[in-house]
């Protein structure tokens, strides 16, 4: 089983900063990798698919980079609305497994 | 528009079986890769299993042998059974379609408890 770790767990930022979130897979996936946000009592959305493709309606300051073991989903200039847990989701292999959230409070 | 909905969730007791359904519009179920994920209260996602568009199926080790993902192309629609649950199955399930779960549905709650 690929197991990815992300970190930090938890991340308090001020409106305007930019976010950084890293995602290891315990082997290389190539760019199978994929991002999530889940507010509040709602559905996971998808934000980022194959590392770094921008999913539609997905707000430009969402950005995703990486490949191989090592990923970095980037939150530019954050926003109020963007509090939420994020996930990261790998789909090279099965079983399919997800990082363990790293959850962003705003200031 | 896409949306996929889930139904079936509810209380049941420990040992017992329900089947979840996912009903899908605005998207083809038969020709597309599909999962079902779940989280249980407070906690993260755990991926629980897919189905192929070729019909081939996946599953987490938790529930390996007790679930069973299929789907209905006539109806859209995808399923999964789930038998023996156990306390530790008591999650909400969403249905997901792509390989990259670009569409979730809304969730269904599961709770085994006696």
């Known amino acids: 089983e690929i197991v990815l770790t992300q970190s930090p767990d938890f991340q308090s930022v001020t409106p305007g900063e930019k976010v950084s979130i890293t995602c290891r897979a315990s082997?290389?996936?190539?760019?199978?990798l994929h991002w999530y946000q889940q507010k509040a009592d709602q559905s996971p959305k998808l934000l980022i698919k194959?590392?770094?493709q921008s999913f539609s309606g997905v707000p430009s300051r969402f950005t995703g980079s990486g490949s191989g073991t090592d990923f970095t989903l980037t939150i530019n200039s954050l926003e109020a609305e963007d509090a939420a847990t994020y996930y990261c989701?790998?789909?090279?292999?099965?079983?399919?497994?997800f990082g363990q959230g790293t959850k962003v409070e705003i200031k | 528009e896409v949306q996929l909905v889930e139904s079936g969730g509810g209380l049941i007791q420990p040992g017992g079986s329900l089947r979840l359904s996912c009903a899908a519009s605005?998207?083809?179920?038969?020709?597309?890769?599909m999962n079902w994920v779940r989280q249980a209260p407070g906690k993260g996602l755990e991926w629980v299993s897919l189905?192929?568009?070729?019909?081939?199926?996946k599953y987490a080790d938790s529930v390996k042998g007790r679930f069973t993902i299929s789907r209905d192309s006539s109806k859209n629609m995808l399923y999964l059974q789930m038998n023996s649950l156990r306390v530790e199955d008591t999650a909400v399930y969403y249905c997901?379609?792509?390989?990259?779960?670009?569409?979730w549905g809304q969730g269904t709650l599961v709770t085994v408890s006696s």
């Open positions: 997901g379609g792509t390989s990259s779960l670009d569409y």
């Open positions: 605005g998207f083809t179920v038969g020709n597309n890769y």
């Open positions: 189905i192929y568009s070729g019909g081939a199926t």
């Open positions: 082997q290389s996936i190539g760019n199978n």
């Open positions: 194959y590392a770094s």
């Open positions: 989701r790998q789909s090279i292999s099965a079983p399919e497994t």
